[in-house]
């Protein structure tokens, strides 16, 4: 939710991921179709050229209430998830990706009456490039058919969230940090946390335009404690750098060494990251999350996300306490996503 007044680098940053997105319009599918914030949304997006938009639901519904909220959705493409002709090829595509759960033809059926499930198949079948939805749907009812159906991108084996965090200038790249992973991934693995190392670490390269310097966060530096959640982290560090040897990734560290200068030449001498991190790994999502949050609430920072990671098409989910602009943003998010390869 945004409560906070947009700072400059936010406001450029957002600017530039817009006009981004309007370079090459991506189809990104909207499975709240009739949902009034939505709709605002979509004709913003459509007036700026930033999307195409698909809209699941009932047109005549969908239409009507564009009319109530006199917003002008003309563009869009409307789509009836119970009509649509597609219904049967998706379902026996269905059927073969859930084989091995044994999913049923009838069950793919009813299945498809969800337009969060409907979304992803548009996806699954090249018929959409990404899809932003949870704006009244909770994040495990929007995710589940995503991880089930369009799955992990190559490389990647999990799906995490990343939060673009705007601070003070003199942190991270000129005032942004990358957090993750803040919204998924309750206790990842070593090799689950090294992964989210290096998909954040893209993520910051493509929606941020930074280049990475990734800090593996923990309450030790550098082997200044031992403990076998150190240890960990120690071993996630090292599989990361092995992963992506092309990215500044180090760890383990302390969050002072990670962001303050004299402390990381203090703790860890000679770390091309320690002192100047501009991508924080949390060690596991209650870290992740806790500490996204502390630094919104109390630090007043602007945290614009979860941008979901790893998934093999964009499929973002929204706070159900979004606004029209939040809404915007991840919309042109998502487009970059679908742009880039990530
Ligand atoms: N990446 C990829 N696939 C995944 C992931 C993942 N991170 N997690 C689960 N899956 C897959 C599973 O493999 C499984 O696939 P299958 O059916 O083919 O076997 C399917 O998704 C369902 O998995 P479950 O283990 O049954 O997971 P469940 O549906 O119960 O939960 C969820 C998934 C909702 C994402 C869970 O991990 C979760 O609750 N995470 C925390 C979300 C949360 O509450 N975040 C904090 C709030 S968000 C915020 O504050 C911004």
């Known amino acids: 939710?945004?409560?906070?007044?947009?700072?400059?680098?936010?406001?450029?940053?957002i600017a530039k991921i817009r006009k981004n997105a309007a370079k090459n319009p991506k189809r990104i599918v909207l499975p709240e179709g009739t949902?009034?914030?939505?709709l605002k949304a979509a004709q913003i997006v459509l007036t700026e050229k930033i999307?195409?938009?698909?809209?699941?639901?009932?047109?005549?519904e969908i239409k009507n209430e564009a009319r109530k909220l006199d917003v002008d959705i003309g563009q869009a493409t409307l789509v009836d998830p119970l009509t649509d002709p597609r219904r049967e090829h998706y379902a026996n595509m269905?059927?073969?990706?859930?084989?091995?759960?044994?999913l049923t033809k009838k069950q793919a059926f009813e299945l498809l009456n969800d337009p969060l499930c409907f979304g992803p198949m548009m996806i699954k079948n090249g018929d959409a490039d990404g899809e932003l939805a949870g704006s009244i749907n909770a994040t495990g009812d929007v995710l589940r058919p995503a991880f089930q159906l369009v799955k992990t991108m190559e490389g990647c084996s999990i799906v995490s969230g990343a939060f673009l965090m705007f601070v003070d200038e003199k942190f991270g790249e000129n005032g942004v940090l990358v957090f993750a992973d803040c919204a998924v991934m309750p206790d990842p693995t070593e090799k689950q946390?090294?992964?989210?190392?290096?998909?954040?670490a893209k993520t910051a390269r493509a929606i941020v335009g930074m280049e990475p310097r990734v800090a593996m966060l923990s309450f030790s530096t550098k082997g200044s404690a031992s403990h076998p959640l150190v240890e960990k982290v120690q071993k996630a560090t090292k599989l990361a750098q092995e992963m992506a040897p092309d990215i500044l990734i180090d760890g383990e560290m302390q969050l002072d060494a990670a962001l303050?200068?004299?402390v990381g030449e203090l703790k860890a001498p000679g770390s091309k990251v320690a002192g100047r991190a501009?991508?924080?790994?949390?060690?596991?999502l209650e870290a992740g999350n806790i500490g996204y949050k502390l630094v919104q609430r109390l630090a007043g920072a602007e945290a614009i996300g979860p941008v979901l990671q790893g998934m093999a098409a964009p499929i973002?989910?929204?706070?159900?306490?979004c606004s029209v602009t939040d809404i915007v943003n991840m919309i042109a998010i998502t487009a970059n996503q679908a742009t880039e390869t990530m």
């Open 1 to 13: 939710m945004c409560v906070f007044i947009f700072n400059q680098t936010e406001m450029e940053l």
């Open 35 to 38: 949902e009034p914030r939505m």
């Open 51 to 60: 999307a195409k938009l698909i809209l699941l639901g009932n047109p005549e």
């Open 94 to 102: 269905m059927v073969e990706i859930r084989k091995k759960k044994g």
């Open 193 to 200: 946390l090294a992964e989210i190392a290096v998909v954040t």
């Open 260 to 262: 303050i200068a004299e």
């Open 278 to 284: 501009n991508v924080l790994v949390f060690p596991g």
């Open 316 to 321: 973002n989910d929204l706070s159900r306490g």
